[in-house]
């Protein structure tokens, strides 16, 4: 029995104490929640569409193939990532955001059914409190998801931002969901979170007059995300979001490639 | 004693069968292995160099702080990701990598001492196979580093390069070292790995006049990362590697956020 004992713990020891994070990592399921950026990647209605040149594709004179392109955009279209500086002055550009705030666990709030009702929606603090009544207390470090169900309206611009009129007509008429200033100062006063993303082209609502959101935010230094795709694929809790925006020195936002990790079954 | 062994069991079960992906993550080490892209960052001698133009920087007439860039650049500068389609036709380009090929166990190959002592330095297959005999076997879907020393010189472009010259005189100048084609070969032959990267501009050295190891590394679907930093700071075995280029749909490279994960202590 003695030897049991010992073989039992001897198990525990051996097989638990430590977790192989490789091998974790290798049998996770990896989900990317980021669109391509092509001609048709949506930009405000204010910025002009990114841009992919070639400058050379085809056979080489010395016979062999060769491809390569150049691109140009504005910073804050497509699924990017926005800085601390893109509403604070002082706040950190890209290259000064620690790692530690490019990753955490993902609490993802389902706001689909009420936006589907309301172009305009406006996350609440409530919609954030309720997901804590059945999932616990958002962790420190955490990254808040917002599925507002946008995401599917992507290649449709029209549903996707309200309008295909550009300039500031275009913005005057922009309708789609987005997180309220009520809820930004309630997370930033009660709960230590590294960022928040949506799946909608801002973390303010589309008729925002002030960006109140970014402003409450970015004052507290925390990042967003915004323009996400495959929300409806996260569970509710449980899985790990790490997103690496380009590392532009000085910047205000950048192209983020963004992928969340949920551990093996 | 029946007790005690029920207890270690149990013991067993509850604090070990389940490892806690998201906790290891956060308190994992997590180590950045990306450059800043800005108008001195290293680009090809025929290339131009990163552009990062204000659009907007002040107070808005509105009363708040608000500040937008644009950026502009080559696929191949910087630290950055070369997809199959660069030099194999039909091969991948940079939207279609899948996500499993994006991350996986590091195997850090020192070969600093010999690069410092010739420029021109080529890894052979029997450096890789010395890790091997030090490491065990290169794990599938792993990731190779290749830390050549020359990250040191990064804000040093003729030690960094070999050359300040630009255009076709520049290219015929560089010198700094490279993964021969024949450990390419002996790679792509007999392991199976994701990508291969180093700290240098290229993985053909500098005086490569056909870019024999892109078209070998391509050809078998590998991926490739260049102008990598902090490779001094992995250990030989054990670091796990997450990198995510910026998503350019028909891509054959694109800008790199690359990171390090070093399980806790």
Redesign the interface.
Known sequence: ??R??LL??L??AF???R?D??K???T?T???L?????STTVYWPTDVNF??DT?FYGITE?G?????????????GG?HFDAP?????GGNSI?KVP??Q????AVLIDVSKECSQNRDYLVTANDITNWESRHGRI?E?AIILLYTGYEKYWNDHLRYTGTLKKGAEGVADLHFPGLSPEASTWITANRKVNAIGLDTPSIDFGQS???QTH?ILTAAGLTMYENLCNLDQLPSA?A?I?A????????????L???A?L??K
Do not use: N
């Open positions: 029995m003695k049991l004992v039992a713990i198990f525990g097989s638990c104490t977790p994070l490789p974790l990592l290798q996770a990896w989900i990317d980021t669109h391509d950026f092509d841009r992919h400058v010395k062999y193939f060769y491809s390569s392109f150049k691109y140009a955009a504005e910073e804050h699924t500086v893109h509403f604070h002055q290259e790692l530690a490019l990753h955490g666990p962790p470090g007059k002030d960006f402003r449980g790990y790490v690496l925006p380009m590392k532009i020195k000085g910047g205000s936002g950048s192209p490639r963004i992928v990790i551990p093996p």
